[in-house]
């Protein structure tokens, strides 16, 4: 295990239930509200996968994984991110709490063994997306979506879970589309978000 990692992994006992394990793994480090998003994000993953003839376990696994860094602050996040050798971004410099995916990517496979690439793929982009998505990054990039983790219901919903009925592609690019109208407003646009927005819609 990198060293940059050994503090968080005090809290971590592994049975082999990803679900259970990541759910203690959380609330252990004071992230009860991100093992209950990670669980419904785990759900709607398994919900879309079964539905799109998908085989549900890595998408069950990359819901559930997909914020572990959360026990890592904002504020350590560049540094660990450079510790860790990951590629960082001038987008995500400027603005860490991106890096998060990428922080996901490392303690899935370091702290909790996954070393499916499919799976680790799809939790290292579920924020941005990326181009040349396969299924399962949509899968998980959709479900954090759809379970939203905010007040309210979120103002896309309604024109993704309809984009849904065409393709996976196509309720991707209603998020994307939603960011790119306010890109002028975000903190940064990353290179993957706006790579993938431009894919997908030459592709419409």
């Not at 602050?73 to 995916?101: F, K, Y």
């Not at 990326?130 to 299924?135: Q, S």
């Not at 407003?185 to 927005?197: G, I, N």
């Amino acid at each position: 295990m990198h060293p940059a990692l050994a503090p968080l992994s005090a809290h971590l006992v592994r049975t082999g239930d990803i679900a259970r394990d990541a759910d203690a793994y959380l609330c252990a480090h004071g992230k009860p509200r991100t093992a209950e998003h990670s669980a419904a994000v785990a759900g709607v993953a398994r919900n879309l996968a079964l539905r799109l003839g998908l085989e549900p376990a890595p998408a069950v696994a990359g819901g559930w994984l997909h914020d572990i860094s959360a026990p890592i602050a904002s504020s350590q996040r560049l540094e660990v991110a450079t510790a860790l050798g990951i590629e960082i971004l001038p987008e995500e410099r400027a603005h860490p709490m991106i890096l998060h995916q990428k922080l996901s990517v490392s303690i899935a496979r370091e702290l909790f063994a996954v070393d499916d690439s499919a799976i680790l793929s799809a939790i290292g982009c579920h924020t941005t997306l990326k181009p040349g998505a396969g299924p399962l990054d949509m899968v998980v990039f959709l479900a954090d979506k759809i379970a939203w983790d905010q007040p309210g219901t979120p103002p896309y919903r309604n024109a993704l879970l309809a984009a849904l009925n065409r393709s996976l592609a196509a309720a991707c690019l209603v998020y994307l589309s939603f960011l790119w109208e306010q890109r002028e407003t975000l903190p940064v646009v990353h290179p993957w978000m706006a790579a993938a927005y431009r894919e997908l819609s030459a592709q419409a």
